[in-house]
Every structure is written in structure tokens, then in C-alpha cells.
């Protein structure tokens, strides 16, 4: 395993699973091809920095998450019962220790933008009544691989510190602005997440502080550790 990941839990906040579903085409609209050469497709469509987003490759990324739930359940001894949807967070990450990591800005048919990785650390968080379950592992997104599995949980009522801090790699020549939660349990374990690691671009301007998946992150972990202090 990977040392370093050991002890951090790091997030990014663009993704939430959806279940697969098929999709009706427009009218005049041509199918998409299906991928055959995963590798080929990849290292294609990130050949530029920035570029229309394609069904296809969404429809790969939910694939991988899907997988990395399947794998959490697993090691956390779980199932959908034990909690509501699951957040699926990805921050960039080398999948082998020195490979290069290539970003894509993915511009959506509703004008918004995805940042998007080759490689990443991806994070499951499932909220459950009484425990917050987390798993990490990282993806290869050019080939599928999933490896380094790490599986977690803590119960609200153990919680007595919450931080929440906004950073920026270089405060003179800002390359990357992110955004941490450190959550302090009562046994002094310290438990960091990173919910941001945004490469800074001229096209992509979050419109508020947060994103929308940031800010239920901290709202759904905040009131049910707030609540567990009234019980």
C-alpha cells in the first residue's frame, strides 16, 4: 500500500454516482461509438486541456465509480441500507509512484465545466444514521485498475472538533486552490478530508464559495454530529 495515504482521507467534490440508465437520442443526432481501445480513447481525449464533453467516457467514469462501491461494500461490510446515496469525490493522484497526471477541462451541454483526471484518488462517503462510512482507492482511468483499497468509519457522537479551511498551493502564484475539513475524534485520532483540489483556469470560475457538492458535504456531516450531541 501506499504509505502516504495511510493516514488522509482527500477529496474532490464533482461527481456523485448515478445508476446507469440509457439514454434516448435526439433526433439527427448520431450515436456515439462504443470504446473499444480504453487506453487509446483516454490518452485521445486528453490530448487537450479543455474540450466537449462525450457520453462515452462519462458512462467509463461511472463504471469505475460503480466498481469502487462494490469494493467499499466489501471492506466496510456494508450494503444500501446502511445508508442514502453515496458522494463519490476524485481529487488527481498518480496511480504509479512518478507517473504523470493529465487534467481536462470537460464543458457540459449546460455550459457548465467538470475538471477532470487520467489518474485519481477517489473517495466514497455514505452517510448513515449513526456512522459516516468513508473508502479511498485509486483509479487508473486509462485501463480501469482499482487498487490501494482503504475502508473507515467513525460515529458522529465521537466527534468533538470540526475545521473547515480554504487554501491555495502558492499564495503569490496560486496553481491549485483547495479546501480541507479536519474532524478531531474524541480518542485524539485526527481524520483530514480534502474536498478540493481545483487546478486554477481561466474557464473555470466556481459561481459561489462552495460547490453545491461541497456544501452538502459539510451540511449533512455537520448537522448529524450536531444532532448526536442532543440525544
Known amino acids: 500500500m501506499k504509505e502516504k495515504k495511510e493516514k488522509e482521507v482527500r477529496i474532490k467534490t464533482e461527481k456523485i454516482v448515478k445508476q446507469p440508465k440509457i439514454k434516448a437520442e435526439k433526433p439527427g443526432k448520431k450515436p456515439e461509438k462504443l470504446v473499444k481501445n480504453r487506453a487509446k480513447f483516454t490518452s485521445k481525449y486528453f490530448k487537450k486541456f479543455s474540450g466537449r464533453s462525450k457520453d462515452n467516457y ?11 462501491i462494490e469494493r467499499a461494500h466489501q471492506l466496510s461490510s456494508i450494503d444500501q441500507n446502511d445508508y442514502a446515496t453515496p458522494i463519490i469525490i476524485t ?24 475538471l477532470l483526471y487520467d489518474q485519481a484518488l477517489i473517495t466514497a462517503l455514505f452517510f448513515g444514521s449513526d456512522s459516516l462510512y468513508y473508502y479511498q482507492a485509486n483509479i487508473d482511468h486509462r485501463n480501469g485498475h482499482i487498487a490501494f483499497d482503504i475502508a473507515g468509519e467513525f460515529n458522529y457522537f465521537d ?58 458535504i459539510l451540511d449533512i456531516l455537520k448537522s448529524k454530529v450536531r444532532e448526536s450531541r442532543q440525544v
Not at 498518480?94 to 477541462?105: M, P
Not at 474524541?186 to 462552495?210: A, E, K, Q, W
Open 91 to 114: 481529487v488527481p493522484d498518480s496511480f504509479h509512484q512518478g507517473d504523470k497526471v493529465t487534467y481536462r477541462l470537460d464543458k457540459k451541454s449546460d455550459g457548465t465545466n467538470t
Open 159 to 216: 466527534v468533538v472538533h470540526m475545521e473547515t479551511g480554504l487554501k491555495y498551493d502558492n499564495p503569490a502564484h496560486p496553481k491549485y486552490i483547495m479546501l480541507d475539513i479536519e474532524v478531531g475524534l474524541v480518542d485524539g485520532t485526527m481524520i483530514p478530508f480534502h474536498l478540493r483540489n481545483h487546478r486554477i483556469h481561466d474557464d473555470y470560475d466556481l459561481p459561489s464559495l462552495l460547490t453545491e457538492t461541497e456544501q452538502k
Open 58 to 68: 462519462e458512462e467509463m467514469l461511472q463504471s469505475d465509480y460503480q466498481r469502487a
